[in-house]
């Protein structure tokens, strides 16, 4: 596609529910990151990965974040019996191998836990 | 760890004026790189500018430029004859240029007002 493309947009879940937010990367894009962004706050880096490879889980926050790109390309990240301070928007940025090219960044998820 | 600041929570300019915003930073690393993204309502995270740490010239885009110190570890932005359309949040990040995840490290932003 012509960008990064995340969906839903805007969800609203209940304290405890599972929810799962999708990111589609620009098409060729080896590299994803997903990010944390607290209201008033700069995103915050959760995890990145290089293919279908998670190289870098070290921003997940705790064990119910859990993130996966099984075919290189999709990814989900999938956040488990949700709780307040989970509300945030998440975006999503890929970009090319080349640690010269930079992030592209989608529109983002915004979370809102209940 | 590296860590960015950004000390001016808002700021104000008048259309057609010049401001600067600050940022300084901190890290260990001799190369690496320097941005700032650009935030408006809609939350897409817009790339405005991008310096490499190797390079001593600073990075020019249009009606925006940066004052890269490298001792001082300072990465200042300037926008000259400010407008409207510029009203965002701004972000100075920081990237590592080795090998591995290079992800980005933002500061807080500051939160640009340009008045008509």
């Known amino acids: 596609g012509a960008g990064v493309s995340q969906s839903p947009r805007y969800k609203v879940a209940k304290r405890g529910q599972d929810v799962a937010l999708r990111c589609d990367p620009i098409?060729?894009?080896?590299?994803l990151f997903w990010y944390q962004q607290a209201l008033g706050q700069g995103p915050e880096f959760l995890t990145y990965f290089q293919n279908e490879a998670q190289l870098d889980k070290s921003g997940l926050p705790s064990d119910r974040f859990f993130a996966e790109r099984p075919e290189g390309s999709v990814s989900t990240l999938k956040i488990q019996r949700t709780q307040q301070e989970d509300s945030a928007v998440y975006l999503c940025?890929?970009?090319?191998?080349?640690?010269?090219?930079?992030?592209?960044f989608g529109d983002g998820t915004r979370l809102s836990i209940l | 760890a590296q860590t960015v600041t950004q000390s001016q929570p808002e700021m104000s300019v008048q259309e057609a004026e010049t401001v600067t915003l600050s940022c300084t930073y901190d890290t260990s690393e001799s190369n690496y790189y320097l941005f700032w993204y650009k935030q408006p309502p809609s939350r897409q995270m817009i790339l405005v500018i991008r310096?490499?740490?190797?390079?001593?010239q600073n990075a020019t885009e249009n009606r925006f430029s940066v004052n890269f110190q490298k001792a001082a570890k300072s990465f200042s932005l300037k926008i000259s004859d400010s407008q409207l359309g510029d009203t965002a949040m701004y972000f100075c990040?920081?990237?590592?240029?080795?090998?591995?995840?290079?992800?980005?490290?933002f500061g807080k932003g500051t939160k640009l007002s340009v008045i008509p």
């Open positions: 940025a890929s970009s090319s191998l080349r640690t010269d090219q930079p992030q592209h």
């Open positions: 098409s060729g894009h080896v590299s």
């Open positions: 310096q490499e740490a190797y390079k001593q």
């Open positions: 990040a920081f990237s590592n240029s080795g090998a591995g995840s290079y992800q980005l490290t």
